[in-house]
């Protein structure tokens, strides 16, 4: 359990994608090759992408900007129209490779296919379609939750992934800006005194993000429920998703992906809680999470997996590994299995009022998860 995935561990991430060799010349047969796991749902997958400004808060960040952010939204389609998307765009996929390892292709990431149409037409539902916010860890881009968004959408949910803006490594905007980390470089121009500080304003500013964009998303993607509102979040999206949930009532249920929670819950929470960690997120691992968990007064679990790693919750887990660099001792592909049946069943029950037996207590076709 880590508050970030460290510069070390995204270095070491992106170069194992294609063993640290390839080049922007490399021949075509000698290209990575990587694949996001299909989803298993019923209905394919439309994406959009949204630009949305909040003219009523400044950028905590960067002086003399409004907050905005960019926004995928993933979806059920009504049939499998338009183009493949893109994993990033190409600025973003330079930017990333560039500062991480510059002799990979600089296309790396804009080039990995989807499993989602760009603008495909939306299913419609009476009432809409329940809604769940992504929120990536430290540094990662919001595609980096591709996978887990588009399994939620095949499944029926309308999937929202935030960039929080100058806390990504890159994000490209419509008018083709591109903004970086600017939040890393205040961060290492801290002592590690002020770390804790700094990362308790990432998660209330991440939750203040999140609240308005559950408003945009009611005012501008029809398809969704407003009533219906889940969060997930991976390390400081994790620790985002319960600081987001004590600020605004709206957020109906939400997932801790193995993130240390900055700050602690200091008050008692009610509504349906998950914290879903890696094999050292046990009691006692984490002070935080202990005192946290106590304060759930409504439904919780507390899951740890064996075999998984910090970087299994998200696309890094699989994608690492297809090129002989593991993040975890789990093969990618049983990862990818767990935490759909785990956080699936979350949502079905929480969102959807279905029961889901899976999550009252162990299960042999799961022995790696320990309930805690």
């Not at 993040?327 to 929480?350: C, E």
Request: proline share 8%.
């Amino acid at each position: 359990m880590r508050t970030t995935l460290t510069v070390v561990l995204t270095t070491a991430a992106l170069s194992g994608l294609v063993g640290g060799s390839a080049s922007a010349g490399t021949p075509a047969d000698q290209r990575p090759t990587l694949a996001l796991a299909a989803p298993t749902g019923p209905f394919p997958v439309g994406r959009a992408t949204r630009h949305v400004v909040d003219y009523q808060r400044p950028d905590p960040w960067v002086a003399n900007r409004r907050r905005e952010l960019m926004l995928t939204v993933w979806y059920p389609a009504a049939r499998p129209a338009g183009p493949v998307a893109k994993y990033t765009t190409a600025k973003e996929s330079e930017i990333l490779v560039r500062q991480f390892s510059p002799e990979l292709p600089a296309d790396l990431l804009a080039t990995l296919p989807t499993h989602a149409r760009t603008n495909a037409p939306a299913r419609t539902a009476p009432g809409g379609l329940p809604l769940v916010l992504l929120s990536p860890g430290w540094q990662l881009p919001r595609s980096s939750q591709t996978g887990l968004a588009e399994e939620f959408a095949s499944r029926g949910y309308v999937v929202a992934a935030i960039d929080h803006t100058y806390e990504s490594t890159a994000v490209e905007f419509p008018d083709g800006r591109v903004t970086t980390c600017a939040a890393c470089e205040q961060l290492a121009a801290l002592p590690p005194a002020e770390h804790e500080a700094f990362f308790v304003r990432v998660s209330t500013g991440r939750a203040a993000d999140v609240s308005f964009v559950i408003d945009a998303l009611k005012r501008g993607f029809p398809a969704v429920d407003g009533k219906r509102v889940a969060m997930v979040g991976h390390s400081i999206g994790g620790s985002a998703t319960v600081a987001a949930m004590a600020a605004d009532r709206r957020i109906a249920a939400g997932v801790n992906m193995d993130g240390r929670l900055s700050p602690p819950l200091t008050r008692q929470l009610a509504r349906p809680v998950l914290f879903f960690g890696e094999q050292r997120s046990v009691p006692g691992g984490a002070i935080e999470w202990d005192a946290s968990y106590r304060q759930l007064t409504g439904w919780r679990r507390w899951l740890s997996v064996r075999g998984m790693g910090h970087e299994s919750f998200s696309d890094l887990g699989l994608l690492g590994e297809q090129l002989g660099m593991p993040m975890q001792d789990m093969p990618g592909r049983r990862s990818v299995d767990v935490q759909r049946a785990y956080l699936t069943a979350f949502l079905d029950q929480h969102l959807r009022g279905r029961a889901q037996p899976i999550l009252d207590g162990p299960s042999n076709d799961f022995a790696e998860v320990t309930f805690q």
